[in-house]
Antibody
């Protein structure tokens, strides 16, 4: 059974750096074809894709946030870290990590299992 | 970048009636080498994370009731709930995973009339 759980601060100040951790079980990020993504959702608004990391350390970022985003993995600890610098109140959102479906011969796939999300508020 | 546009933004359907949600991508998400449409549908209920319903535009995820179906190809897609149940009240999102940056539609809120 695949599970993911996000953790990190619930409140950050403007200009600070946000570090979120996605701790997962039921799969390994050292297995060929596996990937994990981050998605966020401002209160009452739509989902926004942020970043992806694959088993081979291929990383993809949202162009609008690329200069502020870093995604890394620690395969030995089964976790993925998302760093977002220079936080602003518009970055207030629930941040989700999610597992990419495996198989079908494509590394690009839908998100089949999501964490519960963590609400991050940016305020002074 | 591919932009996903859903219609309508909201709809109210009587219990037992059909609900239809449309999703249009700004360019085709059909990958010619494998003939797959890189399009997914998610359901999100209040206070919950999204749940995968459909992938490859028309393949139902395991455990998803068969009243949910996806159709379409290229740049035009549809999610149909054949007989709306009370538990289907939610916001539905389409998402393209054809190329990065991946993108979601703005969401369609489904309510009971």
């Amino acid at each position: 059974q695949i599970t993911l759980k996000e953790s990190g601060p619930t409140l950050v100040k403007p200009t600070q750096t946000l570090t979120l951790t996605c701790t997962f079980s039921g799969f390994s990020l050292s297995t060929s074809g596996v990937g994990v993504g981050w998605i966020r959702q401002p209160p009452g608004k739509a989902l926004e894709w942020l970043a992806l990391i694959f088993w081979d350390d291929d990383k993809r970022y949202s162009p609008s946030l690329k200069s502020r985003l870093t995604i890394t993995k620690d395969t030995s600890k089964n976790l993925v870290v998302l760093i977002l610098t220079n936080m602003d109140p518009v970055d207030t959102a629930t941040y989700y990590c999610a597992h990419l479906r495996e198989g079908d011969g494509s590394s690009f796939n839908a998100f089949d299992v999501w964490g519960q999300g963590t609400l991050v508020t940016v305020s002074s | 970048d591919i932009v996903m546009t859903q219609s309508p933004d909201s709809l109210a359907v009587s219990l037992g009636e059909r609900a239809t949600i449309n999703c249009k991508s700004s360019q085709s998400v059909l990958y010619s080498s494998n003939n797959k449409n890189y399009l997914a549908w998610y359901q999100q209920k209040p206070g919950q994370p999204p749940k995968l319903l459909i992938y490859w535009a028309s393949t139902r995820e395991s455990g998803v009731p068969d009243r949910f179906s996806g159709s379409g190809s290229g740049a035009d897609f549809t999610l149909t709930i054949s007989s709306l149940q009370a538990e289907d009240v939610a916001v539905y999102y389409c998402q393209q995973y054809y190329n990065t940056p991946w993108a979601f539609g703005q969401g369609t809120k489904v309510e009971v009339k």
